[in-house]
């Protein structure tokens, strides 16, 4: 079989990153600058600044991933880049960079959609893991169940209906104070606390049983937090974070386990930011095993932003023959499933 190397580009949020990939599985470099520090004293990402530090970075990433590659541009055999969902400003540094690549050297260009990509870091972790699977996808701005019927056949059937996980993690941090990111911080002080301390609520609906729902809980806590801080009670951060945290992975976990079940899919894996948390994996896993699901999960820096997922996307798209061309645009709300070009 001939090797496909694919050099992916991923620049929809506040990493700048570029990766080559053999195959869509075998990862040869995968470089990562995350600007996390510059965007920790705004307590969030800040689009124009980001945008900004993209352009400053996207030449210097591209070829320290090619140096680490031990391959020039002329050897990729085509281009992969996140052109949505994210922040438009920050996505056009990537789509623009890829698309003069494509263009000078006459190679494929492939749009990829960031969630799938977050999805395929899976394929670069188990190299027999082939679709069909339930997927768990949560970041920064989603939280989805996916049946991944197939490389490039997608199907939601549950989704957030307000705030994404781990925008109610990073919310979190922010009310009590400890930093930004919230989801690795609100994790470690969890592990010293005791998750039935406080009883926060789980959302359930009646129309979609996969469907998720952070925003109460959010406030909830949030309320807890102010309602302490009035009658001058001190806070224990630890149970907080540890009471908040079992109410989030409680809802994802049993829904994620009933979709399998009622689809009869005996493969689960995680994906996105929040796939890094440790108690969303040590649960899944539990629960997975006492229901005969395969559970898998990526290592930790393929779970957040990085390009080496999206070069393993793009090979799938690439078998497809999915290329764009240089109208390529950034699709700030892009939808799993929407066809690009
Ligand atoms: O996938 P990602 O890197 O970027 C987006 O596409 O959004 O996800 C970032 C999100 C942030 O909300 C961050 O707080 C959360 O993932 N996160 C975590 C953990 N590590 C990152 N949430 C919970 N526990 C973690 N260990
Ligand atoms: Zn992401």
């Not at 470089?31 to 705004?42: A, F, L």
């Not at 055999?77 to 996505?91: E, H, K, M, N």
């Not at 190679?107 to 959609?113: D, G, H, Q, S």
């Not at 469907?211 to 224990?236: A, H, M, P, W």
């Amino acid at each position: 079989m001939k090797e496909i190397k694919i050099l992916g580009i991923e620049t929809s949020c506040d990493e700048t990153s570029a990766a080559v990939v053999i195959n869509g599985r075998q990862v040869i470099s995968n470089v990562v600058s995350t600007q996390i520090e510059i965007h920790k004293k705004y307590g969030g990402v800040v689009p124009e600044i980001a945008s900004r530090k993209h352009v400053e970075l996207i030449i210097p990433v591209i070829k320290e991933a090619l140096e680490e590659a031990k391959l020039s541009l002329e050897e990729i055999d085509a281009f992969s880049v996140t052109c949505g969902p994210g922040l438009v400003g920050a996505l056009l540094v990537g789509v623009s960079a890829a698309k003069a690549l494509s263009y000078v050297y006459n190679k494929p260009l492939i749009p990829v959609n960031h969630i799938e990509g977050h999805i395929s870091a899976n394929y670069i972790e188990y190299k027999e893991l082939e679709p069909p699977f339930i997927c768990l996808v949560a970041s920064g701005g989603h939280s989805h169940i996916i049946n991944v019927m197939d490389y490039n056949s997608l199907d939601i059937i549950g989704q957030t209906r307000d705030d994404a996980a781990g925008e109610a993690y990073d919310k979190i941090a922010r009310t009590l104070g400890l930093g930004y990111p919230g989801g690795p911080i609100v994790d470690t002080y969890a592990k010293s606390g005791n998750m039935n301390a406080i009883h926060f609520p789980r959302s359930k609906f009646n129309d979609n049983k996969y469907d998720f729902s952070f925003s109460g809980v959010k406030t909830s806590v949030i309320n807890y937090i102010n309602r302490c801080k009035q009658k001058g009670d001190e806070l224990n951060t630890n149970d907080i974070c540890a009471s908040f945290q079992k109410a989030v992975v409680d809802v994802l976990v049993d829904n994620v386990i009933c979709a399998c079940k009622d689809y009869n899919i005996s493969k689960v894996a995680l994906a996105g930011g929040v796939a890094a948390n440790s108690f969303l994996r040590e649960q899944l896993k539990e629960k997975a095993q006492d229901n005969r699901i395969e559970f898998y999960y990526p290592r930790l820096n393929l779970c957040t932003d990085n390009a080496a997922m999206i070069a393993s996307a793009g090979y799938y798209g690439y078998l497809k023959k999915r290329f764009a061309n240089t109208e390529l645009n950034a699709i700030p709300n892009l939808k799993i499933g929407q066809k690009i070009i």
